[in-house]
């Protein structure tokens, strides 16, 4: 699955370690998902689009 989350992250300013205390995973959750080696839960997805007011079709798409 692609994600958008590393450009959403850097347009911020944010580290993947501050994205990941926001979230509450680790940074190296946040590094396999920008690295697409990782799909989010379901409830994690819905925690990163409010996170980044977004729709969720925004931040993944599809293979």
């Known amino acids: 699955m692609k994600n958008r ?5 850097a347009e ?3 580290s993947q370690g501050d994205l990941a ?3 509450a ?3 190296q959750t946040v590094n396999a998902l920008e690295n697409g080696r990782y799909d989010p ?3 994690l997805a819905f ?5 980044f007011e977004q729709p969720i079709e925004a931040i993944f798409q599809e293979d």
Do not use: C, E, N, T
């Open 5 to 9: 989350l590393k450009d959403l992250r």
């Open 12 to 14: 911020r300013g944010w």
């Open 21 to 23: 205390d926001k979230l």
């Open 25 to 27: 995973v680790s940074r």
């Open 41 to 43: 839960s379901l409830p």
């Open 47 to 51: 925690a990163i689009a409010r996170l």
